[in-house]
């Protein structure tokens, strides 16, 4: 099931599949955020926002505005 990394649950894994490349920096494209690469929701914070996320083993938080722009697929793991 595709969805984004702002409707993922904490522990959650998926799979990046898109991006809207106007919206993401190129910075967070640098950091891993590429399709083919794992993400898995650490921990939000008290307000739901910024999400802290592991991708690619690699620590990074970002808004949920711009997390609402990544589209993954869902693991089993």
Do not use: Y
């Amino acid at each position: 099931m595709q969805k984004s990394i702002a409707q993922l649950r904490i522990g959650e894994h998926a799979i990046i599949t898109d991006f809207d490349s106007s919206v993401i920096p190129l910075k967070l494209i640098e950091m891993g955020c590429l399709p083919g690469n794992s993400v898995v929701l650490i921990q939000k914070a008290p307000l739901g926002d910024p999400l802290f996320l592991n991708i690619n083993d690699s620590f990074l938080a970002i808004r949920i505005e711009m997390a609402k722009d990544i589209f993954t697929e869902t693991t089993e793991d």
